[in-house]
C-alpha cells in the first residue's frame, strides 16, 4: 500500500501525498523501508516523510548535495536532512555552514538555518540544542471568565489573554517542558490580536508571573483597531496524552497541543529570545478552531528559560 501511495505521489497525486504525510504523523517509522523507493522516484517533499530516516538513505541524501548534480532540489534535500535529525546529517549541515554546496546561492539561508526547519539548532557553545520536546499532550479548551481589571495591551488596548496556565508540579507538564528546563508555574500573556501581527514577548517567572515586555516594536503594518477586542475566554487545560510527538495539528479542531513538534502553516518560525538572539524553546500550539467557530491559523508558544522571556507569534495560510 505504501509503495502504491509513493508512485502516486511521484506522479503528483495530492490525496496520495495527504495519506503518506498522515502515515508520518502516525509513526514515522513505518515510512522508513520505503525512503530509498522515495528517492528513486524523487519523491523529496514533504520533507516530514524523512523524519525516521536511517543511516543508508541519510548518505544517500548527502552524497547527492555533495555531487551537485540537482541544484535546483538542494532546499528539499536539506529540508529531508532537518527533519531526519541524524547524527550523519548534523555533520554534513555542519560542513557545508562553511563549505557551500553548489546552489547554496539561491538559498536564502545558510545549510545549517535548515535545522529549525527540523526543530533544532546548534547553539553559540557549538552544542546541538533540541528545541522540540518528545512527549506531549491533547490541550482542551475549558471557558474561563474574563477578567475584570487584567493588563491591556499598550497597543490595541484589549484585555490581554491568558494563554496558558501551566505548573511543572503536574508530571506530565513537566515532562512536556524537561527540554525547555522549566519549573514552577508558567503564565503566558499575550495579545490576541497584535500576535498575529508580529511575535510578542513577555517577561515570565516561575512564580507565575508574566509581564509585556517593553521592548515590543510595534510593526507599522500593525492596523488600528476601531475598538478592543476581547480576548478568548478560553484556557487550554491537560487533556490526553498523544502517541508521539507529530499529532499537532494547527488546522483542524482538536489539535491544541502542549510539546511535542509544532504543525507549522508556513516555514518553520521559532522565535528568537530577545536576551540572548538564541531560538527559544517550543511549548506547544493553539490552533485557532478551538478558540472560535470560524478561528483559523494557529498560535505558537515559545519559552526561553535562562533569560525567562515567553514568545507568542501566529501563522496563517
Ligand atoms: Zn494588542
Ligand atoms: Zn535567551
Same mark, same amino acid.
Given at each position: 500500500?505504501?509503495?502504491?501511495?509513493?508512485?502516486?505521489?511521484?506522479?503528483?497525486?495530492?490525496?496520495?501525498?495527504?495519506?503518506?504525510?498522515?502515515?508520518?504523523d502516525?509513526?514515522?517509522?513505518?515510512?522508513?523501508?520505503y525512503?530509498?523507493?522515495?528517492?528513486?522516484?524523487?519523491?523529496?517533499?514533504?520533507?516530514?516523510?524523512? %523524519?525516521?530516516?536511517?543511516?543508508?538513505?541519510?548518505?544517500?541524501?548527502i552524497?547527492?548535495?555533495?555531487?551537485?548534480?540537482? &541544484?535546483? %532540489?538542494?532546499?528539499?534535500?536539506?529540508?529531508?536532512?532537518?527533519?531526519c535529525?541524524?547524527?550523519?546529517?548534523?555533520?554534513?549541515?555542519?560542513?557545508?555552514?562553511?563549505?557551500?554546496?553548489?546552489?547554496?546561492?539561491?538559498?536564502?539561508?545558510?545549510?545549517?538555518? =535548515?535545522?529549525?526547519?527540523g526543530?533544532?539548532?546548534?547553539?553559540?557553545?557549538?552544542? %546541538?540544542?533540541?528545541?522540540c520536546?518528545?512527549?506531549?499532550?491533547?490541550?482542551?479548551?475549558?471557558?474561563?471568565?474574563?477578567?475584570?481589571?487584567?493588563?491591556?495591551c499598550?497597543?490595541?488596548a484589549?484585555? #490581554?489573554?491568558?494563554?496558558?496556565d501551566?505548573?511543572?508540579?503536574?508530571?506530565?507538564?513537566?515532562?512536556?517542558?524537561?527540554?525547555?528546563?522549566?519549573?514552577?508555574?508558567?503564565?503566558?500573556?499575550?495579545?490576541?490580536?497584535?500576535?498575529?501581527?508580529?511575535?510578542?514577548y513577555?517577561?515570565?517567572?516561575?512564580s507565575?508571573s508574566?509581564t509585556?515586555?517593553?521592548?515590543?516594536?510595534?510593526? $507599522?503594518?500593525?492596523?488600528?483597531?476601531?475598538?478592543p477586542?476581547?480576548?478568548?475566554?478560553?484556557?487550554?487545560?491537560?487533556?490526553?496524552?498523544? &502517541?508521539?510527538? =507529530?499529532?499537532?495539528?494547527?488546522?483542524? %479542531?482538536?489539535? $491544541?497541543?502542549?510539546?511535542?513538534? &509544532?504543525?507549522?502553516?508556513?516555514?518553520?518560525?521559532?522565535?528568537?529570545?530577545?536576551?540572548?538572539?538564541? &531560538?527559544?524553546?517550543y511549548?506547544? #500550539?493553539?490552533?485557532g478552531?478551538?478558540?472560535?467557530?470560524?478561528?483559523?491559523?494557529? =498560535?505558537y508558544?515559545? #519559552?526561553?528559560q535562562?533569560?525567562?522571556?515567553?514568545?507568542?507569534? =501566529?501563522?496563517? $495560510?
Amino acid at each position: 500500500m505504501i509503495e502504491e501511495l509513493i508512485r502516486r505521489t511521484a506522479a503528483e497525486d495530492d490525496d496520495a501525498i495527504e495519506e503518506l504525510c498522515e502515515i508520518a504523523d502516525a509513526d514515522p517509522r513505518r515510512l522508513a523501508p520505503y525512503q530509498g523507493l522515495m528517492l528513486d522516484l524523487d519523491v523529496l517533499w514533504p520533507a516530514k516523510l524523512y %523524519r525516521a530516516a536511517g543511516a543508508d538513505v541519510v548518505r544517500r541524501v548527502i552524497e547527492r548535495i555533495d555531487d551537485g548534480r540537482t &541544484p535546483d %532540489r538542494l532546499n528539499h534535500l536539506l529540508l529531508i536532512l532537518a527533519h531526519c535529525a541524524h547524527p550523519l546529517a548534523e555533520s554534513a549541515m555542519r560542513r557545508w555552514s562553511t563549505q557551500p554546496p553548489v546552489g547554496a546561492d539561491e538559498l536564502h539561508v545558510g545549510a545549517l538555518s =535548515y535545522a529549525l526547519e527540523g526543530g533544532w539548532t546548534i547553539g553559540p557553545d557549538d552544542s %546541538r540544542r533540541d528545541l522540540c520536546g518528545d512527549t506531549a499532550h491533547r490541550w482542551v479548551m475549558r471557558e474561563t471568565p474574563r477578567r475584570a481589571d487584567g493588563p491591556t495591551c499598550p497597543w490595541c488596548a484589549s484585555p #490581554l489573554w491568558v494563554a496558558v496556565d501551566l505548573d511543572t508540579a503536574e508530571p506530565a507538564i513537566e515532562a512536556a517542558l524537561t527540554h525547555a528546563a522549566w519549573s514552577g508555574r508558567l503564565v503566558i500573556e499575550t495579545c490576541h490580536f497584535c500576535a498575529c501581527y508580529t511575535t510578542l514577548y513577555s517577561r515570565v517567572t516561575p512564580s507565575g508571573s508574566a509581564t509585556w515586555w517593553a521592548g515590543n516594536t510595534r510593526p $507599522s503594518y500593525l492596523p488600528d483597531a476601531a475598538e478592543p477586542e476581547d480576548p478568548p475566554a478560553l484556557l487550554p487545560v491537560l487533556g490526553p496524552a498523544l &502517541p508521539n510527538p =507529530y499529532q499537532a495539528s494547527a488546522w483542524n %479542531r482538536g489539535g $491544541s497541543t502542549l510539546g511535542g513538534r &509544532p504543525d507549522w502553516i508556513q516555514d518553520a518560525e521559532h522565535a528568537d529570545c530577545p536576551g540572548c538572539g538564541q &531560538p527559544m524553546d517550543y511549548v506547544g #500550539l493553539i490552533g485557532g478552531a478551538d478558540l472560535d467557530d470560524f478561528g483559523e491559523g494557529a =498560535y505558537y508558544l515559545h #519559552l526561553h528559560q535562562p533569560c525567562g522571556f515567553a514568545a507568542v507569534n =501566529y501563522q496563517q $495560510s
